[in-house]
């Protein structure tokens, strides 16, 4: 954020400006977190967060974890209602399978509540980030 020494900006224009950003959205909606998909003011950090968590399980399954991230989604009303086991094992029977580890780290990124969800610095800290993948033979040539 750019503050020119010229204008003064006072708490009340911040909070205006602030508002008029967190409420503007864009994007693809299977991205897009329960927050914003409800039109509901929203944190651009937390949001995020929760659309990098797509982008991961897309990387490592080549699928979409839920067509969109409202409770009539079949697969997003499990993790709605925070019932986890039951969303790793309907996504286990559409044949991703994924560690526990990184089950963990998805469930902070695709928490429904945007005050509980994970946050960068913690995903970056989290054990599935930081552990160390030895590379094979072939990997090591290269």
């Not at 990387?59 to 839920?66: C, D, M, N, T, V």
């Not at 009303?77 to 969303?87: A, L």
Request: charged share 30%; with cysteine.
């Amino acid at each position: 954020l750019f503050f020119s020494s010229r204008r003064r900006h006072t708490r009340s224009s911040l909070v205006s400006w602030a508002r008029r950003c967190v409420q503007e959205t864009a994007g693809t909606v299977p991205y897009k977190a329960p927050e914003i998909a409800k039109c509901k003011p929203f944190c651009g950090f937390s949001a995020d967060v929760f659309s990098m968590g797509i982008i991961l399980f897309c990387l490592i399954s080549k699928a979409f974890p839920f067509d969109e991230a409202k409770k009539k989604d079949n697969f997003f009303r499990h993790i709605k209602q925070e019932r986890y086991e039951k969303y790793w094992e309907k996504v286990s029977e559409s044949g991703c399978v994924f560690s526990d580890t990184m089950k963990d780290l998805l469930n902070g990124m695709f928490s429904p509540n945007p005050m509980t969800r994970i946050t960068l610095p913690e995903a970056l800290e989290h054990n599935w980030v930081k552990k160390t993948i030895k590379p094979t033979e072939t990997e090591a040539r290269k």
